[in-house]
């Protein structure tokens, strides 16, 4: 790899202060959110009767990914993730555009899950409680990465003990049946494709323990243990809540239920557990906002720091050691985007860039030696391969506006190339 950038050389270092159970801690608040509460039913309506496999399709791709993503952390622990790893191993272009799909993904994504507490919050004010919420963790990233750790230690905790009550309920009610979990004709194979390139969307949080790699006290060793951790606890949470919900529903039933977790518990017949659900969710969208919010920073801080965005945006706090021009900037994006945009739209389109940002961590990863700790070659081909089939799998309309901005990003960076820095 002579040929490649050396590792990056840090002017401006941030502090690192996350241990083992904060990085799991984090990793877990960017999984274990909204998306629970709401990609099973969109997730249901593509593959029907086939919503668990598709389920297991998406765990398959993210455990890959996210096996490359830690092996690469640890050879990389600086800020940015894949935008790193693909500028080291396999050429600047693809560390930029690995960059520019997760900045521009993963910020609609923050303004999904704004407006996801909005609606359920205050549904008659989404939009200025999706921004008074973006205001507000912006203020808490602002105030130190030690201070959004212990936050989210506090969310994941609401949001479990929430998802607890609901597959008690569910299990315990005399209208569960588990003949419901059989998988029928309504299944097909191209659905359940798309089903997991919805269910990654959920899943896909583990990187956030990646782009902070930066913060992390030992990270050769804290994020490869990190990230199996965290995805391994929150796939078992994502299967028994599905399990119990489906139980409960039916495909059909959950495919058509706006808030499938609060129906569940409504047929159960627990109806003072609706509203504790209706909050759980809005808490865990806030911890997902928030994990968010941390990961686009710091890309952002690892791209202006090689001027790909403006250098300005690479400074770091005296005080509070944390990327603060690029969290306000990335802040009063969200804020806008959160007041004027559409919540339907935002998850398909940050579903493909993640994907995308993924393939190229994955292909990163095939290029590791066995001395810098390389994973068996199969998992990033299988992560590659899987990456790039559910992207594709995704509704029409992601997948066009998804490659378009992709395309933009690509033209922007050759045209910069040709007019000089």
Not at 38 to 65: D, E, K, Q, T, W
Request: aromatic share 8%; hydrophobic share 60%; net charge positive.
């Amino acid at each position: 790899m002579s040929d490649l950038p050396s590792p990056p050389v840090v002017p401006d270092e941030l502090r690192r202060r996350l241990g083992l159970f904060d990085a799991v801690v984090i990793g877990l608040g960017s999984m274990i959110g909204a998306g629970i509460f709401a990609a099973l039913a969109p997730a249901a309506r593509a593959a029907g009767s086939g919503l668990l496999v598709g389920l297991a399709v998406a765990a398959v791709v993210a455990y890959c990914s996210a096996s490359s993503s830690a092996r690469l952390a640890a050879r990389y622990p600086a800020s940015g993730g894949a935008y790193v790893y693909g500028r080291m191993r396999l050429g600047d272009f693809w560390g930029y555009l690995a960059g520019w799909a997760f900045v521009v993904g993963k910020t609609a994504s923050c303004a999904a899950m704004a407006l996801t507490v909005g609606f359920y919050a205050w549904p008659a004010q989404a939009h200025a409680v999706a921004v008074a919420s973006v205001v507000a963790l912006t203020a808490v990233n602002y105030a130190g990465i030690h201070k959004s750790a212990w936050l989210t230690r506090s969310i994941v905790v609401v949001v479990l003990a929430v998802l607890a009550a609901v597959v008690v309920a569910a299990f315990t009610s005399g209208v569960a049946d588990a003949g419901r979990l059989e998988i029928g004709p309504d299944a097909p194979a191209w659905g359940i494709l798309r089903a997991a390139g919805l269910l990654f969307f959920a899943f896909a949080g583990y990187a956030r323990i990646a782009t902070l790699g930066e913060e992390v006290r030992d990270p050769a060793r804290t994020i490869p243990r990190a990230i199996p951790v965290a995805l391994g606890i929150t796939l078992v949470v994502y299967a028994v809540v599905a399990v119990a919900t489906i139980t409960v529903l039916g495909p059909q039933r959950l495919a058509d239920a706006p808030a499938p977790l609060s129906e569940a518990v409504q047929v159960a017949g627990v109806n003072w557990l609706v509203p504790v659900v209706q909050v759980g969710a809005a808490v865990a969208a806030l911890g997902a906002l928030l994990a968010l919010i941390l990961g686009v920073s710091r890309t952002t801080l690892a791209m202006a720091r090689d001027r790909h965005l403006p250098h300005s945006l690479a400074a770091v706090h005296p005080r509070f050691k944390v990327p603060h021009r690029a969290e306000l900037v990335v802040g009063a994006i969200v804020a806008v985007l959160a007041a004027t945009a559409d919540i339907r739209g935002a998850i398909g389109f940050s579903s493909f860039g993640v994907l995308v940002y993924y393939a190229i961590a994955n292909a990163a990863a095939f290029t590791l030696g066995l001395d810098e700790g390389r994973p068996r070659r199969v998992i990033p081909v299988v992560g590659l391969i899987g990456c790039v089939v559910v992207a594709f799998a995704l509704p029409l309309s992601s997948v066009i506006s998804g490659a378009a901005v992709i395309l933009v990003g690509g033209a922007a960076y050759g045209a910069r190339r040709i007019l000089g820095r």
